[in-house]
């Protein structure tokens, strides 16, 4: 995290270790990143049902897994940051501090969350939910968005204190304005697709790109008529623990 020493500055030669991985229930994207040389790694928005794929993965690689991190308190599946702190010694959760949810490290905008000698950058994404993160890849040739900006779409905005006029300003103040070829990883897709890229995003999204105004987009999300989340009753209060069962 960013209260420990600054990393290096990366080798613009070298990429961080990436792998995108896939649960199929909730539709979500787990981001495994690691160091190269140190093996370092992270794991952002891992989810419960699927931990142990994760870790096979990480032994496999024989990385060293430092944090679990979720870009916020989602409402379609429990984290597996809990899972991780109990199998992994050492392991450290982080959120974002204004989702306002228990985790070892709270982030706020600016901070790094540093793995060996690569880190990504925490840019505040809310609207989706108040406490939505973004994290940018130190060379910014990548965009963890959460569920901020979807490919061809963005999140919901009618709970978790969520805004549509937010919402709208984060996209285009902190993702939008990373280069174009900036690839963007979502938290989750429906479709079948795996990225896409801030200049497509910007140019073809129904609903935030195509040169829609603040008011033209919020009429959108205004008539979006959803159905109220099957999970969100058990998932967020799991995910404001952390993921922890519920011992009461």
């Known amino acids: 995290m960013s209260s420990a020493a600054d990393p290096a500055n990366p080798s613009c030669e070298s990429k961080p270790g990436f792998q ?24 952002v928005d891992p989810v419960d049902l699927t931990v142990e794929r994760d870790l ?20 379609d599946h429990i984290t597996g940051t809990w899972l991780l702190k109990q199998k992994v010694p050492g392991l450290k959760s982080a959120i974002s501090t204004a989702s306002k949810a228990i985790a070892d490290f709270h982030l706020a ?11 990504l950058t925490c840019r505040a994404t809310p609207g989706h939910t108040a406490g939505c993160m ?18 061809d779409g963005c999140g919901r905005t009618d709970f978790q204190g969520g805004s549509a006029e937010t919402l709208y300003d984060s996209v285009h103040q902190q993702i939008f304005s990373l280069p174009d070829a900036c690839i963007v990883y979502p938290a989750h897709d429906y479709k079948g697709r795996t990225s896409s890229t801030v200049g497509k995003e910007k140019e073809k999204n129904p609903r935030l790109g195509q040169g829609k105004t603040k008011d033209q987009y919020v009429e959108i999300m205004a008539k979006l008529d959803l159905a109220y989340p099957k999970k969100i009753d058990v998932a967020v209060p799991a995910n404001m623990r952390c993921g922890a069962p519920d011992v009461e």
Do not use: C, M
């Not at 993965?57 to 430092?66: A, C, I, N, S």
């Open 56 to 75: 096979d993965l990480v032994q496999k690689l024989g990385l060293k897994l430092k944090y679990g991190i979720n870009t916020h308190a989602h409402a």
């Open 109 to 119: 905008p600016g901070d790094k969350v540093v793995f060996g000698d690569r880190y």
């Open 20 to 43: 995108q991985l896939f649960e199929p229930e909730s539709s979500t994207f787990t981001y495994l990143l690691w160091d190269v040389d140190s093996k370092d790694a992270i794991l």
């Open 134 to 151: 973004s994290y940018v890849a130190d060379d910014e040739s990548f965009v963890l968005t959460g569920d901020a900006l979807l490919i």
